[in-house]
């Protein structure tokens, strides 16, 4: 969120924790001459495309003779949907889809029609209704897209750290679940 060089060499750093319900302070001090930091994807608007034209510079790679750890290989998944994390429409599913025939049946013909990436929540994922790479929320990936459709998500405060910072929610579900409610989310917005 934050970033500030202090005159001491020092660096501030403020950030979210707690699932973005609170924000830390983090001082590196002088004596770390490199800091390494990331930033969500989606926490900034896109970037203009009508401005200046801005040089393009090339990195060369280093090379590191005694590097401890060896590439094996690289899979990519091959997919005609959207890319969840960047998707401008994503419908997830939860636990009370009830099985992964129910979620596919249910999730895969209304992405298709809204040209749609899938995602699903832990509960969901952990019972095995879809892949860990579909899962949003606090362990999984952050998205922030126009439009976020919630089926049978319980509305949880992991799930919500992953998706709270979309445009518009439409939550279906029967009824609250562990004390939360997508309901109250979608309310907000």
């Given at each position: 969120m934050s970033v500030e060089q202090r005159s001491d060499g020092s660096t501030t750093f403020q950030r979210p924790i707690y699932a973005g319900n609170a924000i830390s302070t983090v001082?590196?001090?002088?004596?770390?001459?490199?800091?390494?930091f990331?930033?969500?994807?989606?926490?900034?608007?896109?970037?203009?495309?009508?401005?200046p034209e801005v040089p393009v510079e090339e990195v060369k790679p280093v090379e590191v003779s005694d590097s401890p750890t060896e590439h094996i290989k690289t899979s990519l998944t091959q997919s005609d949907r959207p890319e969840l994390g960047v998707a401008s429409?994503?419908?997830?599913?939860?636990?009370?889809?009830?099985?992964?025939?129910?979620?596919?049946k249910t999730l895969h013909p209304l992405a298709d029609v809204l040209g749609a990436a899938i995602g699903?929540?832990?509960?969901?994922?952990?019972?095995?209704?879809?892949?860990?790479?579909?899962?949003?929320?606090?362990?999984?990936?952050?998205?922030?897209?126009?439009?976020?459709?919630?089926l049978g998500i319980s509305g949880a405060i992991q799930h919500l750290a992953g998706m709270k910072d979309s445009k518009m929610i439409v939550a279906v579900n029967k009824g609250e679940f562990e004390g939360y409610s997508m309901q109250f989310v979608e309310n907000l917005g």
């Open positions: 001082k590196a001090p002088s004596s770390i001459p490199i800091k390494i990331t930033v969500r994807g989606t926490a900034f608007d896109k970037a203009a495309t009508d401005g429409k994503v419908v997830s599913g939860g636990r009370a889809l009830k099985s992964a025939e129910l979620f596919d699903a929540s832990r509960a969901a994922v952990d019972a095995g209704y879809a892949d860990n790479s579909l899962q949003v929320g606090q362990t999984g990936k952050i998205v922030a897209p126009e439009l976020y459709i919630a």
